[in-house]
């Protein structure tokens, strides 16, 4: 009876390994995309703070030039590459035509997250833009912008 059975537990680690492995891979990459994502908050958020307390980035930013801003997402974001294709960042600044002041402040970050689990990318990942595979990340910030500091 010993020798009939003496494989089965073989067989069985050999069927529950790649599940198990897949789950855990699965895992790291929700710790991931969770990781990116509080990144990316924390660094809008910043930025969108600093536009509105700095009036110089702020009105650039309104004629156009809102590389000052951007490049603060870029200072603040952490665990990932801040000069990455994969990040696109875009300032939007309201401006209130009867007392020609700038009111509203929005900053928007994009990122195509890239998983290391196997298919995940092909089941979920159509949201990027440019036909890139992965999952789309999208945060963004909006802020009144005080009275005094216009």
């Known amino acids: 009876m010993r020798n009939k059975e003496s494989g089965q537990s073989l067989v069985e680690s050999a069927l529950v390994f ?40 702020l009105s650039a930013a309104y004629l156009g030039n809102p590389e000052t801003i951007e490049q603060k997402v870029r200072d603040y974001v952490f ?45 979920i990942g159509e949201g990027c833009p440019s036909s890139q595979k992965g999952i789309l990340l999208t945060v963004d910030s909006t802020m009144h912008v005080s009275p005094y500091a216009r």
């Open 18 to 57: 790649p599940i198990v492995f897949f789950l855990f891979i699965g895992f790291l990459d929700l710790g991931r995309v969770l990781y990116f994502y509080a990144s990316m908050t924390t660094a809008v958020r910043e930025a969108t703070r600093f536009a509105i307390v700095d009036p110089d980035s």
């Open 79 to 123: 665990g990932m590459n801040p000069d990455s294709p994969n990040l696109h960042i875009s300032v939007t600044v309201l401006r209130d035509e009867e007392t020609d002041s700038n009111t509203d402040v929005t900053v928007t970050a994009d990122y195509c997250f890239k998983a290391i689990t196997p298919l995940v990318d092909r089941v």
